[in-house]
Nanobody, 121 residues
C-alpha cells in the first residue's frame, strides 16, 4: 500500500500564493505518476496537474496553466503544487494521487485525504 499525506492548504486572498505538499510513504517504489486533483462544493473532482517520478513533461489543466507549477523531490518522495495568482474559483479541496501506470488524468489507485484551499476576494 501507498500512503499519501497532503499539507499546505489554507486561506489566502485573491492574487496570493500557496504551496501544497504531498509526501508518499509505504510501498511507493513502484509509483510512476503522481498528480493533483481538486473538488469544489457541488462539483465533480477535476484534474489539476501531474508529473512522473522519472521526470519528463508536466501536465496541467487549462484552467491553471501559467499559474500553477507541479514539481517533485524524489529524495523526499514528495511532490509540490506551487499555486500563484490564486482566484476565488480555485477554492476547493485539493487531493494528491499516485499510480503505478503512466496515466495523467486518471484513474489513480492511491489518494490522499485532501487539504482545503480557500481563496477570498
Amino acid at each position: 500500500q501507498v500512503q499519501l499525506v497532503e499539507s499546505g492548504g489554507g486561506l489566502v486572498q485573491a492574487g496570493g500564493s500557496l504551496r501544497l505538499s504531498c509526501a508518499a510513504s509505504g510501498r511507493n517504489f513502484f509509483i510512476n505518476t503522481m498528480g493533483w486533483f481538486r473538488q469544489a462544493p457541488g462539483k465533480e473532482r477535476e484534474f489539476v496537474a501531474a508529473v512522473r517520478w522519472s521526470g519528463g513533461p508536466t501536465y496541467y489543466a487549462d484552467s491553471v496553466k501559467g499559474r500553477f507549477t507541479i514539481s517533485r523531490d524524489n529524495a523526499k518522495s514528495t511532490i509540490y503544487l506551487q499555486m500563484n495568482s490564486l482566484k476565488p474559483e480555485d477554492t476547493a479541496v485539493y487531493y494528491c494521487a499516485a499510480d503505478k501506470s503512466s496515466v495523467v488524468r486518471g484513474p489513480y489507485d492511491y489518494w490522499g485525504q485532501g487539504t482545503q484551499v480557500t481563496v477570498s476576494l
